[in-house]
């Protein structure tokens, strides 16, 4: 049975809840799963796939997510790995919403130029909301967009098998994967 770390950062536990999901999902699917926040520092040793999610604050993954990849960026390298991001905005089809969403991904990319990419709608927690957006939390309600079905259908059909390793042959000059075609996106409208 292949063992698989979900790592995870959440602000507020919607990513947290979305990782437990996926983790369910993929244990019907055979796996053996175990699903930990990133602050726990849970070593990626032992493992044969990883996938790393962390919400979006401030159009950027949190700090917490991205020292995690960073920290373990030699032994992710050479072990398939999926990114997902848990967001509130950005979620249509029009040109602009697609660079957002790619946005959110750039230094995660960057460190794992050829992990597998998901994109999942969040929430809008107003009780849950950063300090210093007083009026935000006030007077805005609490709006859920996770979709289950589409977050349960995205972890029936990850390729876990077949996810590419990093090597540095695989890169083009200057370093970058950007839209290299063996990288799989897959947008939360996809899913």
Do not use: C
Not at 154 to 172: C, H, I
């Amino acid at each position: 049975m292949k063992r698989l770390l979900i790592a995870y950062a959440s602000g507020t536990g919607t990513t947290a809840e979305v990782a437990a999901e996926i983790g369910k999902t993929l244990e019907t699917r055979g796996f053996a799963v175990d699903v930990r926040p990133v602050t726990e520092n849970p070593p990626v040793a032992g493992y044969d796939a990883v996938l790393i999610g962390s919400a979006i604050r401030g159009g950027k993954w949190l700090p917490a997510g991205l020292e995690f990849v960073r920290a373990n960026r030699a032994a992710l390298q050479k072990l398939p790995v999926a990114l997902f991001v848990v967001h509130f905005f950005f979620r249509g089809e029009s040109e602009n919403d697609r660079k957002m969403r790619a946005m959110y991904m750039q230094e995660a990319r960057l460190l794992l130029p050829n992990a597998q990419e998901a994109f999942f709608a969040g929430r809008f927690d107003r009780r849950t909301v950063a300090v210093g957006s007083p009026l935000l939390s006030k007077f805005t309600p609490t709006v859920d967009r996770r979709d289950w079905k589409k977050i349960r259908a995205w972890a029936e059909r990850v390729d876990l098998e077949n996810m590419k390793t990093f090597s540095p042959q695989s890169l083009p000059p200057g370093g970058r994967a950007g839209g290299r075609k063996e990288r799989k996106v897959q947008k939360e409208e996809e899913v």
